[in-house]
């Protein structure tokens, strides 16, 4: 039995919610009533000013304040002017940190995840919790987890490039 994963879940660091939201499962309820149904297979976690891949780096902008937001809000951004990638924001009000979704079960890739979850700029600042529109669920799947480096951050520099900060679900 599934079920809808609540407040507290992402009120934590985003090096906790990230490897556990791997096996959780992404529903998108369309106007028909229609759901998309995708289990998260892939994560990477983004944490603070101080880490050169997370997008508050830079401090805070326009762009970046949905990271100093409340947890379980979804922090949406465009990718090479044509790929929208979610997040969604962990921890606490005023210390950045979210969690890229980078890849489903099905769909491996965060542009392919977004585009066929039906997910795009529109949903930056929606918040996950009490919607019925988008939201996770938890049927106790608690896949194996592997680590790597994160993908796509050359400019972060070698040390925020490397870090394993990546969290995938390990199919062996």
Same mark, same amino acid.
């Given at each position: 039995?599934? !079920?809808?994963?609540?407040?507290?879940?992402f009120h934590r660091d985003v090096l906790e919610v990230?490897?556990?939201?791997?096996?959780?499962?992404?529903?998108?309820?369309?106007? @028909?009533? /229609?759901? &998309?149904?995708?289990?998260?297979?892939? /994560?990477?976690?983004?944490?603070?000013?101080? @880490?050169? #891949?997370?997008?508050?780096?830079?401090?805070?902008?326009?762009?970046?304040?949905?990271?100093?937001?409340?947890?379980?809000?979804?922090?949406?951004?465009?990718?090479? #002017?044509?790929?929208?990638?979610?997040?969604?924001?962990?921890?606490?009000?005023?210390?950045?940190?979210?969690?890229? &979704?980078?890849?489903?079960?099905?769909?491996?890739?965060? +542009?392919?995840? /977004?585009?066929?979850?039906?997910?795009? #700029?529109?949903?930056?600042?929606?918040? &996950? &919790? #009490?919607?019925?529109?988008?939201?996770?669920?938890? @049927?106790?799947?608690?896949? !194996?987890?592997? /680590? +790597?480096?994160?993908?796509?951050?050359?400019?972060?520099?070698?040390?925020?490039?490397?870090?394993?900060?990546?969290?995938? +679900?390990?199919?062996?």
């Open positions: 039995m599934s !079920r809808r994963i609540p407040a507290e879940f990230a490897p556990d939201l791997v096996g959780k499962i992404l529903v998108h309820r369309l106007p @028909d009533g /229609t759901e &998309l149904r995708e289990r998260i297979a892939e /994560t990477e976690a983004y944490r603070g000013e101080e @880490d050169k #891949g997370c997008h508050a780096s830079k401090g805070r902008t326009k762009r970046t304040e949905l990271l100093y937001g409340e947890s379980g809000l979804i922090y949406v951004y465009l990718c090479y #002017g044509m790929h929208w990638l979610m997040n969604v924001i962990t921890g606490e009000a005023d210390q950045p940190q979210g969690v890229l &979704l980078r890849a489903g079960e099905i769909y491996n890739g965060p +542009a392919k995840l /977004t585009k066929n979850m039906k997910i795009d #700029g529109s949903f930056n600042g929606i918040s &996950l &919790l #009490g919607n019925e529109e988008i939201w996770f669920e938890d @049927d106790g799947n608690c896949p !194996r987890i592997r /680590t +790597a480096s994160r993908v796509g951050i050359d400019y972060a520099g070698d040390y925020w490039k490397e870090i394993e900060w990546r969290f995938i +679900a390990d199919r062996e």
